[in-house]
Each structure stands twice: as structure tokens, then as C-alpha cells.
């Protein structure tokens, strides 16, 4: 089942990574920003503050960042017998 | 020590207990929906003690009216659903079927759509829909569906094709088939359950999305459902409709199970198409 959970696992910790729905709609990120999460603070930050270069690089920051978080998962999953 | 039996009703409690803590929170939406006036507000209470339609009735008031946002959502979502139905058979047959120089390259290209996250391009994707004036509009909202459902529904349909034997391919040549023909008569019908998960599944997730839409449609009128109701769950002058927003919540939950459930068959088989292809 190593596969299997392997992909479960990946997907859904990027998934969560990446929330951003159930922020806004539930709390607004408040209060005081303490709910907040990447994606929300990246899209106040374009779309409310309009500093759209920053929110831009905080993309790719956050990007670098899921990309590492799931090669680590992958490299603790790996197939050992392989 | 407890038996066989023992273990079976152990399971179905289990099993029971699983689908009371799935249901709830749908049985409850649904409860307080038909809940008159301010009975719909939380803290919430329990079974209605009277049953009231008038949170549906309001919901058709709300902005451009309830109709203009169902309408919106469904012209979004079964166009970009058929769209990528098309595109993904014709690249899953053509991957499938063709060996053509770059094909490779080609292949990770639109699979690499895929591995990036669509939350991570939304800046970029805003400033380019409005340099071509696509913004705020449902045809642009369409598009980024597409483009962003396509590489699964590619992957769904190119597995799919790929479990649909040579020999009858071959066998199609010599009776003087084309490829047109080939896809037509041989490999269409044989795929279609896949077609009808990825129709299904590009449906409701483009029905259900609600960060690009929230982002790219600026103007109230082309809001799809999710968007409006969020406007609704914000409120007019800080006070909360919660009738409606939970009338609301239960028509949009509607389509997408009626959907699951006509399809559920061919959803099943669709999805496991080629899996056991070694």
C-alpha cells in the first residue's frame, strides 16, 4: 500500500498547503490575520493591497516550498526493496 | 471473545457511525433551510418546527436574481466540462496512437500544468486575462477551467485509450479504417465511461472552484453560485440572511449528487479504466 498512501499523503498536504476557501469564507483571516493562510495573505496582498510583484514572488516562494515539503515525503516514502 | 458475527456488526456500527458523521452537517444545512425567519440563525437549534420555502424565495432576489448565477455556473462549467472532454480524447488518441518526433516533450509540457498549483499562478493569471480582456468574463473564466482540469482529463483519457487493444486497431486498418474512422467507430465507443468521469469530473469541480472565480469576475452580474454566495454569507450592511445562504448551500449541492448518482456506474468504471494494465 506504500504507493498508494504515498500518493494519498502528497496530495493531500499540498492540498492543505495551498487552502485558501475555507479561510476566507469562514473567519476573513481574522481576527488580527490570526486564521490566516499563504495563499490568502498572497491574495490580499495582490488583490487588496495591489502589490502585485510581491504577491508574484510569494507564489514562487510558496511553490519552492510545497515542491520541497513533497519531494521530502516522497524521499521518506521511497521504495526501499527498489 | 466475540465471533464472525460479532465482527460484522462491529463493522456496519463502524460503517454507520462514519456515514451519521458525513451526513450530519448536509442534514443540517438542509434542516435549517427550511426554517422560517430568524429560526436559520446560529446558535443553531434542531429539528424546524414549522417548514417554510421563503429562504428559497428570497435567494431569487439576491443581486442579479438566483437564476442569472445558476446560469452563469452552468454555461462555466459544462463548457469548460466539454471542452476538455474533446481536447483530452483527441490528445489521448493522438499520444496514444501516434509516434511523433517531440512527443515526449510534448507530454510533460501539459503535464507539468498539472504539478504546478494553480494558486501559485494567480497573480501572473489575472494580469494576463486582463491584457487580452478576458477578465470578468464567463468565456475567460471557461478558459482557465480548461486549461487547468485538461492535463488530468488528458492523463484519465490517454490511460484509457491505451487499455483499448492494437489488434483492433489493426484489425480496423485493414478493413481500409483512418484514423478518423479509428477514433470514431473503434476506440469512442469503447472509451466512452472515461469520457463520461472526465465530463463528470470537470463538471463539478469547475462548479464547485471558487478562488478564480472570486478573483476574476469583478462584476456581481457574472459571479458563479459560490461567489454569490459568499456576497450573501457577508451580508447587506453587516447582517446575515442565514436562511438563504443554507438554501442556497443545499441548491448547490444538488446538480453535482444528481450528477454522481446517474453517472455513479460509469463514473466507477471510468475511473479504474486501465488501471489494471500493467
Known amino acids: 500500500m506504500r504507493r498508494t498512501l504515498k500518493l494519498s ?3 493531500s498536504v499540498t492540498g492543505s498547503l495551498l487552502a485558501f476557501d475555507q479561510f476566507y469564507i469562514i473567519t476573513r483571516g481574522g481576527p488580527q490575520n490570526g486564521t490566516i493562510s499563504m495563499v490568502y495573505w498572497i491574495y490580499s496582498n495582490a488583490f487588496s493591497s495591489f502589490r502585485v510583484g510581491y ?3 510569494m507564489s514562487i516562494a510558496l511553490l519552492a516550498l510545497v515542491l520541497l515539503v513533497s519531494l521530502g515525503q516522497l524521499v521518506l516514502l521511497r521504495d526501499r526493496d527498489a | 471473545m466475540i465471533g464472525r458475527r460479532g465482527v460484522t456488526m462491529l ?3 463502524l460503517c454507520g457511525a462514519i456515514t451519521v458523521a458525513f451526513l450530519f452537517p448536509v442534514a443540517w444545512v438542509l434542516a435549517s433551510s427550511l426554517r422560517p425567519g430568524e429560526g436559520a440563525a446560529p446558535p443553531p437549534g434542531w429539528l424546524p418546527s414549522m417548514l417554510t420555502l421563503e429562504n428559497y424565495a428570497t435567494l431569487t432576489r439576491v443581486g442579479a436574481g438566483l437564476w442569472r448565477y445558476v446560469g452563469n455556473s452552468v454555461a462555466v462549467s459544462l463548457g469548460s466540462a466539454a471542452a476538455v472532454a474533446v481536447i483530452a480524447t483527441l490528445a489521448g488518441f493522438g499520444f496514444s496512437r501516434f509516434r511523433f518526433r517531440g512527443r515526449q516533450v510534448a ?3 501539459v503535464l507539468a500544468a498539472m504539478m504546478v498549483p494553480f494558486q501559485t499562478v494567480l497573480t501572473p493569471l489575472f494580469i494576463v486575462l486582463r491584457t487580452v480582456g478576458l477578465h470578468n468574463t464567463l468565456l475567460g473564466l471557461t478558459l482557465v477551467y480548461t486549461t487547468f482540469h485538461l492535463p488530468l482529463g488528458m492523463f484519465l483519457m490517454l490511460t484509457a485509450i491505451e ?8 484489425a ?4 481500409g479504417a483512418g484514423p478518423a474512422t479509428l477514433l470514431g467507430r473503434i476506440v469512442l465507443p469503447l472509451v466512452a465511461p472515461s469520457i463520461v468521469t472526465v465530463v463528470l469530473i470537470n463538471f463539478i469541480a469547475s462548479w464547485n472552484e471558487f478562488l478564480g472565480a472570486l478573483i476574476l469576475m469583478t462584476d456581481q452580474s457574472n459571479f458563479t453560485v459560490p461567489v454569490m ?6 451580508g447587506y450592511m453587516g447582517t446575515v440572511d ?3 445562504l443554507q438554501a442556497g448551500t443545499v441548491l448547490t449541492i444538488l446538480p453535482t449528487l444528481a450528477l454522481t448518482l446517474a453517472f455513479q456506474r460509469y463514473y466507477v468504471q471510468g475511473l479504474v479504466a486501465g488501471a489494471t494494465k500493467g
Open chain 2, 172 to 175: 480496423a486498418v485493414i478493413d
Open chain 2, 163 to 170: 487499455s483499448v487493444p492494437r489488434a483492433l486497431d489493426e
Open chain 2, 229 to 234: 454566495l459568499v456576497t450573501v454569507a457577508f
Open chain 1, 9 to 11: 499523503l502528497v496530495l
Open chain 2, 242 to 244: 442565514w436562511g438563504a
Open chain 2, 11 to 13: 463493522y456496519y456500527a
Open chain 1, 55 to 57: 504577491a508574484a514572488a
Open chain 2, 107 to 109: 507530454f510533460i509540457v
